[in-house]
């Protein structure tokens, strides 16, 4: 109830400024009452959240904050999501690689990442299901690597992807294992991606020290807005259908696309979208796009030379494709 002539801010609001709270305002520094929302959704305790700009902003800041520049490492498993391999660049550190084996099925090479995990290696990544791959980690390479890695290096768990997945989520794993951070983003299965918000879910500690590193007001009062109003029962419940339908159509596009003629592969996914292998992706690509239809091509990445990626649509989108 307090006025507030502390900040500096104007006492109006623009016409345009349509949110509950004011744009005139600064939102939170650090939005706590945020936080404690997040943490039943991913059953740890508020103070195991930290909410930022998506998952990207939780893989930079925790590069910059065990990573220093020139001397020490990440360990990434390619094919897999760029941004672990962005931040530790421009952060000067290093990028080790252990390719996951596609022979099984992109699984982790569990022998050889221990065997890369040199005192350098402070951040080791991986991504469950996996970007572009679509497979999910198997949970005993988890916890063998979470043993291995203890007091060693932090074992961050990007589960950009879960909310598609049966697989449990590695939160449950935080209690026992506090050199692991699990990162979760409302963009994929919350439809959100333009609000930005993504959270780390890790031990307090570890959260404290990257409040100390992330800019204040990082999540804008839109975003702090439209996240809180997700978390209201009934849009939980609306997301939830929404993945169940994503699911049914990731089963139905992949054996529709496994009957067609030019399709060598269409890679098992637990994710909303396909990695699948064609004989002549230009031509398929050159299809897709003269449809009016965006896919990912992967032809670039290493052992991705037929690949694309596809997201899984709407029902009307996926007949389209
Ligand atoms: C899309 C994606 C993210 C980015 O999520 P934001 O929360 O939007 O930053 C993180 N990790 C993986 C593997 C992704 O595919």
């Known amino acids: 109830g307090l006025v507030r002539l502390h900040a500096n801010e104007l006492p109006w609001r623009q016409d345009a400024d349509t949110s509950a709270g004011g744009l005139n305002r600064y939102p939170e520094p650090h939005p706590l009452e945020l936080a404690a929302r997040l943490a039943p959704l991913y059953g740890v305790a508020p103070e195991c959240v930290l909410p930022g700009r998506g998952s990207d902003e939780a893989i930079d800041l925790l590069v910059r904050a065990w990573c220093r520049a020139g001397s020490d490492s990440v360990l990434i498993c390619p094919p897999t999501f760029g941004m672990y391999g962005v931040c530790a660049r421009i952060q000067g550190a290093g990028v080790l690689e252990v390719p996951l084996l596609r022979e099984r099925g992109y699984a982790l090479d569990i022998d050889g990442l221990l065997a890369a995990c040199t005192p350098a290696v402070k951040l080791v990544f991986l991504c469950t299901p996996n970007n572009p791959t679509g497979n999910s980690v198997a949970a005993r390479d988890i916890l063998q690597l979470a043993s291995a890695l203890r007091g060693r290096a932090l074992l ?166």
């Open 156 to 321: 961050v768990i990007d589960e950009a992807y879960a909310d598609f997945s049966t697989a449990p989520s590695c939160a449950t794993l935080l209690a026992r294992h506090p050199g692991i951070v699990v990162l979760r983003t409302l963009s994929k299965a919350y439809a959100l991606a333009g609000a930005r918000c993504g959270v780390a879910l890790a031990d307090p500690e570890i959260i404290g020290l990257l409040r100390r590193i992330i800019p204040p007001y990082a999540l804008t009062q839109q975003t702090i807005e439209v996240v809180e109003r997700a978390l209201e029962p009934a849009a939980l419940r609306r997301t939830r259908e929404r993945i169940a339908g994503i699911v049914a159509e990731r089963a139905r596009v992949a054996a529709a696309l496994s009957a067609l003629p030019g399709v060598l592969k269409v890679w098992p996914s637990d994710a909303n979208f396909l990695l699948v292998e064609f004989d002549d992706p230009a031509r398929a690509l050159e299809r897709t796009h003269a449809a009016g239809l965006l896919v990912r091509d992967l032809r670039r990445s290493p052992g991705l030379q037929h690949a694309l990626r596809i997201t899984i649509g709407s029902v009307e989108q996926n007949e389209h494709l």
